[in-house]
C-alpha cells in the first residue's frame, strides 16, 4: 500500500547525564555516569542504569525462549524461560459428581437461594487440581572479573530490531553486550565485545530457584537440566535442558567443576539453547536434551552477525507492519522509566506510540506459529510458582492478550490461541459429557498447557462454564479480517461443537421464561448488596457471549452450507435468549435482575463484552444501551487493575471519547511502584503492565485500545480517527487492519483527516465513516446498508428499557459517510474535502 508521510525524528542525537547509586547486593557499589550519545531513541525503552529488580530487567523473546537481561556490568543476570516447561503432566481435572447435583443447584437459584447454591457447586463441582504454574528455567550468570565502578552506563531494547543492548566504560575500556531470542535458530544468543582487545574476563555459570542439575561439559559448554515441580498432587514430569556454549575470540577459556572461565577474549559469543520433553498436552515423550543440542549444533558456527541479521529479518517482516505516530516533544528525549513516572502529568504523546508498539513487540517476542499462546505473563517468569500460576484465565486476560492481534496486523501470530481453542475442543467434550451430559466442549475460567477443562478455584471465579463461548470468538474474529474461507472451514467444527453444548446447558427460566445459562456468574463479581454469591441465573455477559456465538455459528453454517438440524435447532434457542436490560439508575444490567451498585467498582467489567470486544451495542443502532452501557462503565470508575484499564481504554474508545479513553492511558502508564514500595495498578520501568504484580494482559489490552482510537471497523463502516484525544491533534498511522481485508493508513492535521490510504485485499464496498467530509476518486455518499458481507450488523433482541427517564442523553458528533468499490489488491486515497 501506499505509506502515509511520516514525519521524521528530528532530535537525532541527545546528551544525558545520570548519576546512579545501587545497593552492594549487586557486587560492589556501582556507579554509572552516563553521558553518551544514542541515535533515535523512538523505538527503544532505554535506561542510564542496570535493572535491579526484575521489573526493571529487559525482555526478548522468539515466541519460545524468554529472556530477562538485567544489563549488570559487574554481575550479569540473564534469566531464561522456555513456554512449555509448567508443573505437572497431562491430566484432567474434571468432576462427575457435578452431574447428579446439577438439577438441585438449578432449582436453588431460581428459588433465590442463591448462597446455597453456591455451597452446593462448591461442595460438588470442584475437585481440583487447579491449574499447573508455568515455572522459570533459571539464570545464565556472568561475574565480570574487573569488578570496578563504571561509567557512561547506557541499556536499551530496541523493538524494531528486537534485541537488548547495553555499553559501558570500566577501567578505561568500552564494554557492550547484545543479547537477542532468535525464532529462525531457536536460541537466545549473546554478544560481547570490547575497544580493546583481550579485555573480556568474566566467569559463567546457572543455578534456578528450583532443584536442578548442572555439569560443565569438555572446556566450553554449560548444562543444567531439571524437572518441573510436582502439583496440587500432579507429579512432575516436563524435563529441560539448557545447554549454554561460549564462543570466544582470542584470550582462553577453561573449565571447573562448576563454571566457565573466559580470560582476555577480544569478543564473546553465547549461545543458550533450551528444549523440553513437552510434545502437546497429552504427551511428553520428547527429548529435551537432543533437542536442545540440535538447536545448538545448527547455529554454532553461525557469526553472530549472520544469527542477527536474519532474525532481524524475522522480526521486522511482523513489526514494520504498522507505523504510528502521534507526535513527539522534549519528553521522548528522556530515559523510560522518567517517562513513565511523568507521563500523566507531561506531555508525551511519543510514550503512546511507544507502548502500542511495545504491545507489538511483545506479540511477536511471546506467540509464535505452532508453539504455545501467550500466558498470563506472556512468556516471562522468573518463579516456580507466579501469580495465578501464569496459566490461562480465560474470563477475560487470556483473550484480552490476543486482541491487538488483528487490527495491529500481527495475524498469524493468531495462530497459538486459535491452536489452543481447537485442543480444548478435545479436552473439553469429557468435561461436558461428564459433568454436565452435554453435547459439544466446554471450557470454565481457567486453563493451561494441558488444557484442563474442569472447574478452577472455587464457585465464585470458577462457576463460570463460558470459556469456550468466549474463547470461540476469536476463531471467527481471524476470518473477518481474512476473509479466508479455508481456514474458516477448518475451524468451524469447534465454534460449532463449542455452541451445541450450550444447546443442552440452557435452561428455561421458570420466572421469565427465557432459556438461560444456569448455574453460572457474571466473571467474579457478586452482587453483595443482595446476597453473598456470584451464582446466578442468565448473566449478561453470558446472553451476550451466547447470541454471538450462535449468531456467528449460523452464519458460517450457510457461508459453508452446513445443513446440519442442529442449525436449526441454535435458531430457536437464539430467539429465546434474554434480551439486554436497563436497571433503576439507567445502567445496563450486569445480571438478570437488576442488582448493580451504582457505587461498585469491580474490576471486571463483564456486561460490557457486548460494546467491546462485540459489537452488540453501538451508539447509531443501540442509543439507549449505549447510553445505559455508559452509566455502567462511569460508576465503575477508571483506575483499577493493569488489564482492567486496558479494557476501559477500548471501551472510551467505543465510547467515541477520545479524551477519556486518553485518561485511562494516563492511568495504566502511570508508575505501578508507590515510593512506599506498595503496588498498584500501572506501569513498571519496563513498561510491563502491573496487575499487579506484572500481568501482561494490560499490555496487550492498552495496544488494541490505542488501535480502537485510531480506527474501528465493528459497526458497519471503517469509522477513521474514531477517538483522537485533544492531545493528537496531529499524526499518521498506515497498516491498521481492518474486517473485510483493508488495511488502512490515515494522515491527520489538527484533528482533520488529510489523507486516508486504503489497501482493499478481498475487494468489495469499503464503507468510510468519519467525523468530517472527504472526497476522492470513486467515493460516493453511502446509501442504506453497507452490502459488504463482512459489515453486517448484528440483529440483536429489542432490550428491556425498565425507565426511559433514567437514560442519560448522549451527545454524538455528526458523521459523514461514504462508500467506495474496491477491487483485490488495489489502493485507494482519499482526502478531506476542500
Ligand atoms: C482474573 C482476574 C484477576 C486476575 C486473574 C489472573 O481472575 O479477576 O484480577 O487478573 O484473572
Sequence with gaps: MKLVKYTSNKNAVIFLRVIYCIGLSMGGVFQANAQHQKENTDMKLWYGHPAQRWVEALPVGNGRLGAMIFGNPQDEVIQLNENTFYAGQPYRNDNPDALKRLGDVRDLVFDGKYVAAQKMVDDNFFRGPHGMPYQTI???RLTYKDQTEVENYYRELDIENAIVSNHFKKSGINYAT???SSHPDQVIVAHLTADQSGAISFSASMDRPGEFDFRVIGNDLLEMSGTSTDHEGIEGAVTFV?????????GSIRADQNKIEIANADEVTIFISIATNFVNYRDISGDASSRAISYLNKVVSKSFEKVYTDHVADHRLHFDRVKLDLGRTGAADLPTDVRVEQFAQGNDPQLVSLYFQFGRYLLIAASRSGGQPANLQGIWNDQLYPAWDSKYTVNINAEMNYWPAEISNLTELHEPFIQMVKDLSETGQKTAKDMYGARGWVLHHNTDLWRITGPVDFAEAGMWPLGGA??????????????????????????????????????????????????????????????????AAGNTMDNQLLFDLFTRTIEAAKILGDQDIVIKEMEEKLARLPPMQTGSWGQLQEWQKDWDNPKDNHRHVSHLYGLYPSNQISPYRTPELFSAAKTSLQARGDESTGWSMGWKVNLWARFLDGNHAYKLIKDQLSPAILPDGKQKGGTYPNLFDSHPPFQIDGNFGCTAGIAEMLMQSHDGAIHILSAIPDEWSKGSVSGLRARGGFEIGIEWDDHHPKEINILSNLGGVCRIRSY??????GLKEAEGDNPNQFYQLPDIKKPIIKDMDRIQDIELRPIYEYDIKTEPGQNYSIYSKK
Design 178 to 180: 547484545k543479547v537477542l
Design 242 to 250: 539448557a545447554n549454554v556454549k561460549f564462543v570466544p575470540k582470542g
Design 138 to 140: 533459571g539464570n545464565l
Design 470 to 535: 468466549w474463547v470461540s470468538q476469536h476463531l471467527f474474529e481471524k476470518y473477518d479480517f481474512s476473509g479466508d474461507q479455508t481456514y474458516l472451514a477448518s475451524v468451524y467444527p469447534v465454534a460449532k461443537q463449542a455452541a451445541m453444548f450450550f444447546l443442552d446447558y440452557l435452561v428455561e427460566d421458570p420466572h421469565t421464561g427465557y432459556l438461560v445459562v444456569t448455574p453460572s456468574t457474571s466473571p467474579e463479581n457478586v452482587p453483595h448488596q443482595f446476597h453473598n454469591s456470584a451464582v
Design 772 to 777: 468530517y467530509p472527504l472526497e476522492g476518486e
